[in-house]
């Protein structure tokens, strides 16, 4: 295996754990400020969330592609398109005149995500070896946790004294800090491998306007009405290309998702778990932020501040109590107790919202709610490759990752749509009375969904308990998607210190990295 050199090793390490840092910090860091973009941007309520939709959508739909393309084109090529990509889109996103620059400039960020990704997993594994690949993975996962921490707190400091608009501009000097040194720094890759198979081009495009489109009709149709032409059409265009996506799986050679794995039950029960989760989970941080903001009246830094115990909760959850639950308890009992802790959570934080509300009335449910979400996370993506060869682990854990981004997206629009059929116009002429009704509705109908998928868990099999050693919390972030089957073989079982190794078919044989299924 050819390595980084030992010189620079440290440096490499530094500029790939970076670039997990950035990825992590971009989820949270929006939520913060989404308020002060609504009243800047002119945005209504309902169409706030695009802010965070276009994302998702687009990181979700292209992520099983960007894997595919890490393998045929080389890792380094895309983890440095990917930090362009963020860069570039930060930059425009934060001169945004027009809701639909901003929107697109998400999407593009979105991309970047999608690219610089996997290209992170594939790059950590093929610089380092043995105990290096280890504390290399370990040190990934801590700084992706880290990531999540700041962003709530960072969005917040950055909107309260400076402007929304460097939530995106703080994105080009931490991209800048990795590209100028990393084009040294980072082996160069191999010749591109562009006739292996090809990329599966269009499956890609079917899904990611696909689920644009879902998305669309579900977030114009409460303002439009769900007969009108926009929504209408969207729904039927999404529902017709998302059935072309899968026909043209079921007849392409190398698909990006292979359709047997369909077939494969934990990895299905876990995947319809992932996006029940997700949904709660998108549509509970934006029920959050809006009843903090707008109705208890907090600053941007307050806000971020309030997110920090839910935070802390979930990196508890994920390091400590994850880890020990499914040794003693196996992962099937482990992922339904996660999800059942975390509807509990969302529901007593929904349930205690009022108008003369406070923070401390919210620190329970916001505890129990992160508590029961790192369960979840290290549980579900270790359920979905349980059942599955270690040939296609990377595509396991690639289906589980799409379906985090793409559900939290659908239910975003979803539970958004509720918490806004209370009322009219945006949140700064609604009555708080009224903001507060729509909130509640929508954040315990999102503690039923967690309620049922906790049932849903239990289709698992039942599994001995794991032995497994105390991993590093990864919190909230995404599960690792690294691609097609040829470069995940390295991906293994769960242990303590390290996430997926992605190599290539020529490493398979090697001694891999183990980590967080």
């Known amino acids: 295996m050819t390595t980084a050199p030992a010189k620079r090793t440290g440096l490499v390490l530094f500029l790939l754990a970076f670039s997990q840092f950035i990825i992590s910090v971009d989820y949270n860091i929006v939520y913060v400020a989404l308020p002060d973009i609504g009243e800047s941007m002119d945005f209504s309520a309902q169409s706030l969330q695009w802010v965070v939709s276009a994302y998702a959508v687009s990181f979700g739909g292209l992520l099983l592609f960007g894997g595919r393309a890490v393998d045929r084109i080389g890792a380094r090529r895309l983890f440095l398109t990917g930090l362009v990509f963020y860069a570039v889109s930060s930059l425009v996103g934060g001169f945004a005149t027009t809701q639909g620059v901003l929107i697109g400039a998400r999407l593009v960020q979105g991309v970047g995500g999608a690219l610089l990704f996997p290209a992170v997993l594939a790059l950590i594994a093929t610089s380092f070896e043995g105990t290096l690949r280890t504390k290399a993975f370990a040190v990934w996962g801590a700084a992706g946790s880290l990531g999540l921490a700041a962003g709530a707190l960072l969005g917040g400091v950055l909107t309260d004294l400076a402007s929304w608009r460097w939530v995106f501009f703080i994105n080009v000097p931490l991209a800048l800090i990795v590209l100028l040194p990393a084009p040294k720094a980072i082996r160069r890759d191999g010749r591109a491998n562009l006739s292996a198979g090809g990329f599966d081009l269009p499956a890609a495009i079917l899904a990611t306007v696909g689920v644009s489109s879902i998305v669309t009709g579900l977030v114009t149709g409460p303002e439009e009405g769900w007969t009108h032409t926009l929504p209408l059409g969207a729904l039927i265009v999404g529902v017709v290309l998302l059935a072309a996506f899968f026909v043209t799986e ?105 108008t003369g509300g406070s923070f401390y009335a919210l620190l329970p449910g916001s505890i129990i709610w992160g508590i029961g979400g790192g369960l979840v996370f290290v549980s579900v993506f270790a359920s979905a490759g349980s059942g599955v060869g270690d040939e296609e682990q990377g595509m396991a854990s690639a289906m589980a990752s799409t379906a985090q981004q793409v559900g939290g997206a659908v239910g975003l629009a979803v539970l958004v749509a509720v918490a806004n059929s209370t009322f009219t116009g945006t949140y700064a002429t609604a009555a708080g009375s009224d903001i507060v009704s729509g909130l509640r509705l929508a954040g315990l109908i999102g503690a039923g969904l967690l309620l049922l998928g906790g049932f849903l868990a239990l289709a698992l099999k039942k599994d001995a308990p794991t032995k497994t050693q105390e991993p590093e919390p990864l919190s909230l972030l995404p599960a690792p998607a690294c691609g097609s089957a040829d470069s995940c073989a390295a991906l293994q079982k769960q242990s303590a210190s390290s996430a997926p190794a992605c190599g290539t078919r020529e490493r398979e044989e090697e001694p891999a990295a183990v980590g967080r299924g």
């Open 250 to 354: 079921a007849k392409t050679r190398e698909p990006l998702m292979p359709l047997r794995l369909l077939k494969n039950r934990p990895l299905v029960v876990s995947v319809a778990v992932l996006l029940v989760f997700q949904t709660a989970l998108a549509g509970g941080y934006y029920i959050f932020t809006t009843y903090v903001q707008p109705v208890l009246g907090y600053s941007a830094i307050e806000a971020g501040l309030a997110f920090l115990p839910l935070t802390l909760a979930s990196m508890i959850g994920s390091g400590k109590l994850a880890p020990r639950f499914m040794e003693r308890y196996g992962l099937r009992v482990t992922l339904a107790t996660g999800m059942i802790v975390n509807g509990i959570g969302i529901g007593l934080t929904a349930a205690v919202m009022t």
